[in-house]
């Protein structure tokens, strides 16, 4: 009995880990398939419950943009370059 204790022991106990490295990337790839389903999921349920939110012809005047399409285009830019240097430094 103990020789056969010993030798499930034994065999269980140098069965394969898979590693760190590899456990983040199976739920890295995971979560990558499992995104786009979710954010499809999100836009069909806002779509659907706030569908007064997307009607048009309700008020029928025209709405002014909050930014002008200069101001936003800089903004863009200014983010952008932030961005860029941040991920830069963090290498």
Do not use: N
Not at 22 to 37: F, N, T, V, Y
């Amino acid at each position: 009995m103990w020789i056969m204790y010993r030798r499930y022991a034994l065999h269980w106990s140098q069965a394969p880990v898979p590693s760190l490295g590899r456990r983040i990337l199976q739920c890295h790839r995971e979560l990558l398939a499992e995104g786009p389903c979710r954010y499809l999921c999100y836009l069909l349920f806002t779509l659907k419950t706030h569908s007064s939110a997307t009607d048009t012809g309700s008020s029928g005047e025209p709405e002014t943009p909050a930014l002008s399409m200069t101001a936003a285009f800089m903004t863009l830019g200014v983010i952008t370059v932030i961005v860029a240097v941040c991920s830069e430094c963090a290498m």
